[in-house]
């Protein structure tokens, strides 16, 4: 695989592993719809009806906000007067995604450079890499069939090696790699998904028109995630994304659903304090633990990265998944816990 190839590929699994980190359930009273619903999971609305026959499904059939408005903040230090705009997005996009409102352009122009989550336009450090890769797979003699149960191991290879996902070196990935790999495949059947996300878009323009581009963390950030995830937690996302994912029109219509908060501005809908709620209460802790690392450290993190930049004096333009300001524990709301004036543009 060529370099460019790799990397690409790296990119996506990270990006991959981190959907399955902003897998939730949210119920939802659907008033525009005779079908009973109950959100669930990324991607996923599980229908009374039960329609599993269909193996793809189209996400513009049940988005109902065209024309985004998604939230964005702008920061401003009243000491020194500095600034700068971060806008929440979605991990991925839609035929109605762009062109984005006046006001995000007109914040990006404002702007001498772009911060995104992670940039890995340049080769990682080789070391580091080594060390990702092997939180991927297991090192010890075991398989994940020693990780997860029979059972959730079964239904996941019958899943994968429907849509041509499997093959037997898989056995050899970590349990979390599972639960990427099968929400990634179940992403992989809703149709009409745009490939440009909206991070990688400001960072080709901000390349092209000679700006700064930052990034936010490392792959020691992934490297931890996989670390906080358990393995009876993974065998609970596994187990529960197949289950929920077999439903594609469900699947796909929560996509919307999530789609569609993101766009109309309301961040709370996305809290992660309510996903995953069908989980049994012995995995509260694990969860608990889980998000503590997945999302609530990193977000104490990029508050103090982006605090650093703010005080550089630049004006930057932050491009960051939504769910890192949804409810109280946001970025948004650290910066200013900080003493920063933290404005909602809309």
Not at 18 to 27: F, G, L, M
Not at 28 to 47: A, H, P, Q, R, Y
Not at 237 to 265: E, H, P
Request: proline share 1%.
């Amino acid at each position: 695989m060529g370099r460019v190839s790799f990397f690409a590929a790296l990119s996506a699994a990270v990006i991959a592993f981190s959907a399955v980190s902003c897998s939730h359930q949210i119920h939802v009273d659907d008033t525009e719809s005779d079908v009973k619903t109950t959100v669930t999971g990324e991607g996923e609305k599980e229908t009374e009806s039960g329609n599993t026959e269909k193996t793809t499904d189209d996400i513009n059939s049940y988005i109902k906000v065209k024309k985004a408005k998604p939230a964005m903040w702008k920061v401003t230090d009243t000491k020194t007067g500095n600034e700068m705009y971060m806008l929440g997005i979605m991990r991925f996009a839609t035929q109605y995604t762009f062109d984005l409102p006046d006001y995000v352009d007109e914040a990006y122009q404002k702007c001498s450079g772009v911060v995104i989550e992670s940039d890995f336009s340049a080769a990682p450090d080789p070391q580091q890499l080594q060390e990702y890769m092997n939180h991927t797979i297991y090192n010890d003699g075991t398989t994940v069939k020693d990780h997860i149960s029979k059972e959730t191991y079964e239904a996941a290879k019958e899943y994968l090696s429907k849509y041509s996902y499997y093959n037997e070196s898989m056995d050899g990935y970590s349990a979390n790699g599972w639960a990427s790999q099968v929400n990634g495949a179940s992403i992989q059947r809703v149709e009409n998904l745009v490939m440009e996300n909206i991070d990688s878009k400001y960072m080709t323009k901000a390349t092209q028109d000679g700006k700064e581009v930052l990034g936010l963390e490392g792959l020691s950030v992934q490297i931890e995630v996989m670390d906080a995830c358990s393995d009876e937690l993974s065998d609970f996302m596994i187990s529960d994304t197949v289950r929920r994912a077999k439903d594609i029109r469900g699947f796909t219509s929560n996509l919307a659903y999530q789609y569609d908060c993101w766009a109309r501005g309301d961040i709370d809908a996305l809290d992660e304090e309510y996903y995953w709620n069908d989980r049994s209460s012995d995995l509260d802790d694990d969860y608990a633990k889980y998000l503590e690392v997945s999302l609530y450290k990193r977000n104490v993190n990029m508050a103090d990265k982006l605090e650093e930049y703010l005080g550089s004096g630049n004006k930057y333009f932050v491009v960051i998944g939504v769910t890192h300001f949804s409810g109280t524990r946001g970025i948004d709301d650290l910066l200013t816990e900080k003493g920063y004036k933290v404005e909602l543009v809309k």
